[in-house]
């Protein structure tokens, strides 16, 4: 695909086959550095089965946020073969940093995370690095609340130790200031 933007066309016989479609002759015109268009050939209409993969991504989109490589895979899952699955996703006109903070959203309101494991979390879901630091760092999360909230919870499930909690805490990606808050928090 990276391979694909960055060929700007082919040169055959003289004429350049633009990306868009545009057929150019590379004969100097009026203005000895621009090409001349000659002809610009029509849209290339996409397939049944890229159109209904365009619908379902946009249709999923409505109810939930997806990567671009997750809603490839969930496209995929629903038996859409890959190029039409890539076709939807390529389509479907999401902006990826917004699905990435509306992700990040809605992990929070599941279970606590600290922000280095929302990050690695939003990655494993297939979002890039630049994305899952986008969706993170808008996400409006309150990082000491969040450290309260895991100790809590693993508290309800297991005994530990002050140390052992806290350092459970900062294994997960606290901070040492916002696990010390977290186990303080919780009565340690």
């Not at 016989?13 to 150019?24: D, K, Q, R, S, Y």
């Not at 249709?59 to 039409?84: I, N, R």
């Not at 760092?137 to 530990?160: I, P, R, T, V």
Request: aromatic letters at 8%; hydrophobic letters at 40%.
């Amino acid at each position: 695909m990276a391979l694909k933007r960055l060929l700007i066309g082919i040169v055959i016989c003289g004429m350049l086959i633009t990306e868009n479609g545009a057929l150019v002759s590379m004969a100097a015109g009026p203005n000895v550095s621009e090409p001349i268009l000659i002809a610009k050939s029509t849209t290339v209409t996409a397939t049944t089965g890229q159109k209904n993969a365009l619908s379902k991504a946009k249709s999923y989109l409505k109810v939930m946020a997806f990567s671009h490589d997750g809603l490839v895979e969930q496209l995929e899952f629903e038996g859409y073969t890959h190029e039409e699955a890539v076709y939807g996703a390529d389509n479907c006109g999401a902006d990826w940093n917004a699905q990435a903070l509306k992700k990040a959203k809605d992990y929070l309101k599941l279970m606590a995370f600290s922000e280095s494991g929302l990050v690695e979390q939003l990655e494993f879901e297939g979002y890039s690095k630049a994305e899952a630091q986008y969706g993170v760092a808008n996400c409006g999360a309150d990082w000491n609340e969040q450290a309260k909230k895991k100790a809590e919870s693993y508290l309800g499930l297991m005994s530990f130790s002050r140390a052992g909690l806290k350092e459970q805490l900062e294994n997960e990606g606290f901070t040492a200031e916002q696990a010390e808050d977290g186990v303080s928090a919780n009565g340690y």
